[in-house]
RNA sequence: CGGGGUGUAGCGCAGCCCGGUAGCGCGCGUCGUUCGGGACGACGAGGUCGUGGGUUCAAAUCCCGCCACCCCGACCA
């Protein structure tokens, strides 16, 4: 069922971006490296918006907005930040256009040259902490607990749809505390939500750890993350939550005075998800037949076509059905297009993920049977229409669960051990999949590994198994295996 | 920024080597027959052949410049 893993990484690509194209999601646009997000694929974002923002907000975070621009200024107040997303900014320089004198359109005023550029927000840090300067006085005003949906621009190199774009959306959260335990416990708080979101609503398991410091958050002292495996062998990086420490209050001069009047920074936390997270779940679940969505997040769960097309007789015999699936809080879709033929609607709404199909002709309602057909296994069954609208309830959570179980087994069997280089490196080639392996605790072993064979330390696991060895490349002893990957 | 490749109809491509004024599939429109797994037939609409120059009686085709995009690297929280 799944898509089998191919070395030559060129055909998963394609099969990927034909996913993209083909199930409706999103088009190239006129902008390098930025995308046009299609109607239907925005349904899925929101979907995925609407669960997040409620976690947020049943955890005490609530919404705000901060300007898209940035003083330039603002981001080498933090020495690790401006050197972390420096290369990929995109700047305002100026705030007019002219007719070009020789008549061929329009140039840039240069009368109009702004006094201090701006930066496009490659993240908030820097204009939020500016911000919360003036916001927070006193021990009373903390902890601040605000999250923002918004764009984000970083010039990549190399995009993809979904997965790495000019442009993307997220959201940020950021938070300030006035203990370290607190913003620590804070960090840990998203993480877990994150990962819980990732299992329960995209059916995708993922390892939750904390990232090497070479792989940490531009300016964070501690980088969660959770790393999912895409069913080409390499790992996601799907959800990240900082704690940032002090690092941006004592940048910003962000103190607050406690409960003994004694001045202190604050503690930060910074967290977020993006559009990313669609390119996750395409690549989980999807397969030959297109994408394949998790009911929880699908914009239609049970999609009706008519056989062979729609008629007032059928329509009746639906109705009923589809008032007593949306009385159990599904979200059901009645295919009343009469161009196009049954055989083309089933391969379309196949392409698009939608979970359940349910076919009705004039010899279903003879026999007084509908017939379901899941998207995630293609079996097709025919059900008395009396008990269908329970019958296909319980089959959205049965696809829900058997999605994620078929997760967890393609990502057990693509979970190895490897305990000299060779090993490593050849189940890093032609295997893929999470590597578990010994490492000295040093950088520069890390960096060495990363060049010889691709792969990255994805996370160290928070909990580690006790497991003594030697590294891998240097042979120096050490206490546990972590999971090394080739990332997207 | 290096190495390779591609620009021809909305999409995918052929034609280029060997110059003669543009074609195929899908899609789109109309009509008819169809309709329980991506229908078929007939007719039809749609193209500054990426762009600027050169050679030539004649350029999608040959030559030079430029631009854009894709892939592999580099880069990438």
């Given at each position: 069922m799944a898509k089998e893993i191919t070395n030559r990484s060129e055909d998963y690509s394609q099969w990927y971006l034909d996913i993209v194209r083909k199930a409706d999601l999103a088009d190239n646009s006129a902008v390098r490296g930025c995308m046009v997000i299609k109607p239907y694929g925005f349904a899925i974002w929101e979907k995925m918006r609407d669960q997040l923002d409620a976690m947020f907000k049943e955890t005490g975070h609530v919404n705000a907005y901060f300007p898209?621009?940035?003083?330039?200024?603002f981001l080498s107040r933090e020495a690790d930040h401006v050197e972390g997303f420096a290369k990929e900014c995109a700047v305002v320089t100026h705030h007019r256009l002219m007719n070009n004198p020789d008549g061929s359109g329009v140039v840039v005023d240069?009368?109009?040259?702004?006094?201090e550029e701006l930066v496009v927000r490659p993240t908030s840090e820097t204009i939020i902490w500016n911000t919360y300067r003036d916001w927070?006085?006193?021990?009373?005003?903390?902890?601040l607990l605000i999250n923002q949906w918004a764009n984000v621009v970083r010039w990549e190199m190399r995009t993809r749809p979904?997965?790495?774009?000019a442009e993307f959306l997220w959201q940020e959260g950021h938070t300030a505390h006035a203990t370290r335990e607190e913003a620590m416990a804070e960090a840990r708080l998203i993480h877990d939500i994150y990962a819980r979101f990732a299992e329960e609503y995209m059916a995708m398991p993922v390892l939750k750890g904390s990232k090497t410091p070479n792989e940490r958050f531009a300016g964070a002292d501690e980088t969660f993350t959770i790393e999912a495996l895409m069913q080409d062998g390499r790992a996601l990086q799907a959800g990240t939550s900082h704690f940032l420490g002090q690092n941006f209050a004592k940048a910003f001069d962000v103190r607050f005075l406690n409960e003994e009047n004694q001045e202190e920074f604050v503690w930060a936390t910074s967290w977020g998800v993006s559009t990313r997270l669609v390119g996750g779940l395409i690549m989980t679940h999807s397969d030959d037949e297109g994408l394949v969505l998790p009911p929880k997040l699908a914009p239609v769960q049970v999609m009706i076509v008519p056989i062979p097309k729609p008629s007032s007789e059928i329509e009746e015999y639906a109705g009923k059905l589809m008032a007593a699936l949306r009385d159990r809080g599904v979200s059901v879709e009645y295919?009343?297009?009469?161009?196009?033929r049954p055989g083309f609607k089933f391969a379309e709404h196949e392409m698009r993920g939608v979970p359940v199909r349910v076919g009705v002709g004039m010899r279903d309602i003879e026999k007084g049977v509908v017939e379901v057909a899941r998207r995630d296994t293609k079996e097709k069954s025919s059900i008395p229409v009396d008990g269908a609208a329970d019958y296909i309830t319980s089959l959205l959570e049965e696809i829900q669960a058997n999605l994620l179980q078929r997760a967890l087994d393609f990502r057990a069997d693509h979970t190895s051990k490897a305990d000299d280089l060779e090993t490593f490196r050849s189940l890093i080639e032609d295997k893929g999949g999470f590597v578990y392996a010994h490492w000295d605790g040093t950088t520069e072993t890390e960096l060495k590994i990363k060049e010889m064979t691709?792969?990255?330390?994805?996370l160290l696991p928070l909990e580690p198994e006790a497991d003594e060895g030697r590294c891998i490349l240097t042979g120096k002893p050490s206490q546990y295996r972590v999971p090394f990957a080739k990332a997207y």
């Open positions: 898209l621009f940035i003083p330039k200024s240069p009368s109009a040259k702004l006094e927070i006085q006193s021990y009373r005003d903390l902890p979904f997965l790495r774009t295919d009343r297009d009469d161009k196009k691709k792969a990255t330390i994805r």
